[in-house]
């Protein structure tokens, strides 16, 4: 974040480092970091703003920002709106299918959350965010009830990255849900090494739900995997 300001300061044009800057909040949002005061987020809008403003064909900017749009600042149809116009200018991009897929999963529609990610995995094999991307898949088959699907894929999530928090987490849920208690146990244990002040409670402020349901199912399945209330 530090690198991406200062290039806005040498170049204030630079809609990309403004789009990348604000997907930083995100990111430390999926592991834990993020403490979600007003004025972060008074930030990430202004982010947002500027690289939508400079960078109307920059797809780099567009999907960076849509995903901060939609993650930390709760505009679900913007922020898929975003990605969905820098698909339009490089279909190409993996990561705005990464970004999409992970909108879909909040908007609940885990079905297209799953092509979007198989997407952006064949464009980008090697890409570092591959944990991410599998977990998204796995997070849409828990939304499909396909729970042991969603266990391997958080399985392969964690193959790629094993304190991926929110690899553990849809472990756990995915494993409790299956009824493989011992694994779904085991994936909290390690869990709560990386995150040890999570809580059932904070869930729904740190992972977005459009669907109670959606939000209501991962809650007990984190549950009875033993995560605190």
């Not at 200062?6 to 630079?14: H, I, K, Y």
């Not at 780099?60 to 820098?86: H, N, T």
């Not at 990464?98 to 952006?120: D, I, Q, T, Y």
């Not at 909290?188 to 002040?197: K, N």
Request: aromatic share 10%; glycine share 8%.
């Amino acid at each position: 974040m530090r690198l991406f300001n200062t290039a806005t300061e040498l170049d204030p044009n630079f809609a990309a480092a403004y789009g990348r800057a604000a997907s930083c909040y995100a990111y430390s949002k999926g592991i834990g970091w993020f403490s979600g005061t007003a004025e972060e987020i008074v930030e990430v809008t202004r982010l947002v703003k500027r690289a939508v403003e400079l960078g109307k064909d920059d797809a780099i900017a567009l999907s960076a920002s849509g995903w901060a749009c939609a993650y930390i600042v709760g505009d679900f149809e913007q922020g898929a709106a975003l990605i969905d116009r820098a698909l339009l200018l490089n279909v190409n991009l993996a990561e705005a299918w990464h970004f999409s897929g992970w909108v879909k999963n909040w908007l609940g529609e885990p079905v297209p959350a799953v092509k979007c990610f198989a997407r952006a995995m064949r464009l980008n094999p090697l890409d570092s965010r591959m944990a991410g991307m599998r977990t998204g898949t796995a997070y849409a088959h828990f939304l499909l009830g396909r729970y042991d699907e969603a266990a391997s894929w958080a399985a392969l999530a964690l193959q790629y990255n094993p304190e991926f928090p929110a690899g553990l987490r849809v472990a756990a849920a995915s494993n409790a849900m299956a009824g493989r208690m011992e694994q779904a146990r085991k994936a909290i244990a390690r869990l709560r090494r990386v995150h040890p002040t999570l809580r059932v409670s904070i869930i729904r402020h740190l992972v977005p739900h459009r669907r109670t349901e959606d939000l209501a199912r991962y809650e007990e399945g984190l549950r009875k995997a033993g995560l605190p209330e």
